[in-house]
């Protein structure tokens, strides 16, 4: 099984987060997983400009040739893409949104109806998982966490895929952790 890590963490000083997910990483590797592990802070990912050349010039490729592009064909090879961010008022990292942004090339730009709604057409045969995992500010409470759930149940069904897992940092559990990643 392939599965992508995206860490979403802006905050160099946090080595607890840096730790959790490098921990997280490790175990999937050593349970037989291929595991490929970005982070965000580290990379050169320009904003997304909505100019939609990625999906009528040069289909499937964005303007930019930044960063991204290595990301792309790695999310769309694998089984399941998981995301970690810390909260910021009530969301995930704005290097996490810039990413979703940027993850436009991978959708195609035609809809069909799924389920009595518009959503894109698949570009791709195949679409990894989603997991979330998310590291709470002091005052999330059970509504913040279910508004951030909710948002990813979107991405995810307009990523055409679902979304396999939500965990909150400090309930997963390393058990949880290898039997939601490794399920597909």
Known sequence: MKI??????????????????????????????????FTLRDMDINFCDGCWTCWWKTPGKCVFTDDAVEIYPEMVACDKLIFFSPLS????????????????????PYTEI???EF????R?????LLGVVVKPEPDTDEEDLQ?????YKRYALNF???????????VIETEEVLSEAHSV
Request: net charge negative.
């Open 4 to 37: 992508v890590l995206i860490d979403g963490n802006p905050d160099t000083a946090d080595e607890k987060f840096t730790n959790y997910v490098n921990d997280y990483a490790q175990e999937l590797k050593q349970s037989g997983a291929e595991v490929v592990q």
């Open 89 to 108: 008022m009530g969301y995930v990292s704005s290097l996490i949104k810039k990413f979703h942004d940027r993850s436009i090339p991978v959708l195609h």
């Open 114 to 116: 799924v389920d009595g």
């Open 160 to 170: 055409r895929s679902s979304l396999d897992f939500f965990r909150v940092m400090e």
């Open 124 to 128: 791709y045969e195949k679409y990894p």
């Open 119 to 122: 959503h894109h057409r698949k």
């Open 147 to 151: 508004i951030v759930h909710d948002l």
